[in-house]
């Protein structure tokens, strides 16, 4: 069974960067789409960026779109979100997720993902 673990959430002042990681164990990720989401308090989680097994396709929201990255290492099994120029909004627990799946991602829904890791919290504040 696919583990995740996320790691690289902190406080951080608007304008900032952070890189949050996303390891995985028990399964290699070579198989797996793997996305990240977030949930704001009172807010429904959200899904912000995606991308296939073959890192082929990538989806991003249009709120994040031009400030994060998502990249995938399957040669360490770990998946990473840069994220640049944070603003008060980003403000979050963010999640990563996987499902097995070999075909492109063009959506980004919660729904859509299996295994889940715990979360890390993201501040940005000044």
């Known amino acids: 069974q696919l583990q995740l673990v996320e790691s690289g959430g902190d406080l951080v002042q608007p304008g900032g960067s952070l890189r949050l990681s996303c390891a995985a164990s028990?399964?290699?990720?070579?198989?797996?789409?793997i996305g990240w989401f977030r949930q704001a308090p009172g807010k429904e989680r959200e899904g912000i960026s995606c991308?296939?097994?073959?890192?082929?396709?990538?989806w991003y929201a249009e709120s994040v779109k031009g400030r994060f990255t998502i990249t995938r290492d399957n040669a360490k099994n770990i998946v990473y979100l840069q994220m640049n120029s944070l603003n008060p909004e980003d403000t979050a627990d963010y999640y990563c997720?996987?499902?097995?799946?070999?075909?492109?991602?063009?959506?980004?829904?919660?729904?859509?993902?299996?295994?889940w890791g715990q979360g890390t919290q993201v501040v940005v504040s000044s």
């Open positions: 991308m296939s097994s073959s890192d082929s396709s990538k």
């Open positions: 028990g399964i290699a990720l070579d198989y797996y789409a």
């Open positions: 997720a996987g499902t097995m799946t070999l075909y492109p991602v063009r959506s980004c829904s919660p729904n859509d993902y299996t295994f």
